[in-house]
């Protein structure tokens, strides 16, 4: 059974730093897409950031660029999210999501689709006071 569990969410000032991680178990996910998503209270869910299968095409939503870094690291089956400079309107619960077709390359509109992935992790709530 393929699981995802986020962790490394919590509490912080405005301009504060977290490192959130996402930990699959169940399978590898050595060469598949993985992505974070967020949702805000009242609103819907929206895409943060993903990574392609192999680590090296990067997306991110425009909000975040310049702050957030997703990264891998295969060999622990574990994707990060580092979230710097962090501002109130960084306030969800971020989820980890996992696509289940490897070594496939798609469209920049495809990592930014939730339907596009397959496994979601219960998701790590992060609140950014001001």
């Known amino acids: 059974q393929v699981q995802l569990v986020e962790s490394g969410g919590g509490l912080v000032q405005s301009g504060g730093s977290l490192r959130l991680s996402c930990a699959a178990s169940g399978r590898s996910f050595s060469g598949y897409p993985m992505g974070w998503f967020r949702q805000a209270p009242g609103k819907e869910r929206e895409f943060v950031a993903a990574?392609?299968?192999?680590?090296?095409?990067?997306y991110y939503t425009d909000s975040v660029k310049g702050r957030f870094t997703i990264s891998r690291d295969n060999a622990k089956n574990t994707v990060y999210l580092q979230m710097n400079s962090l501002k109130p309107e960084d306030t969800a619960v971020y989820y980890c999501?996992?696509?289940?077709?490897?070594?496939?390359?798609?469209?920049?509109?495809?990592?930014?689709?939730?339907?596009?992935?397959?496994?979601w992790g219960q998701g790590t709530q992060v609140i950014v006071s001001s």
């Open positions: 999501a996992a696509d289940a077709r490897r070594f496939s390359n798609y469209g920049d509109n495809y990592y930014r689709t939730e339907a596009s992935y397959d496994y």
């Open positions: 990574s392609a299968w192999s680590g090296v095409n990067i």
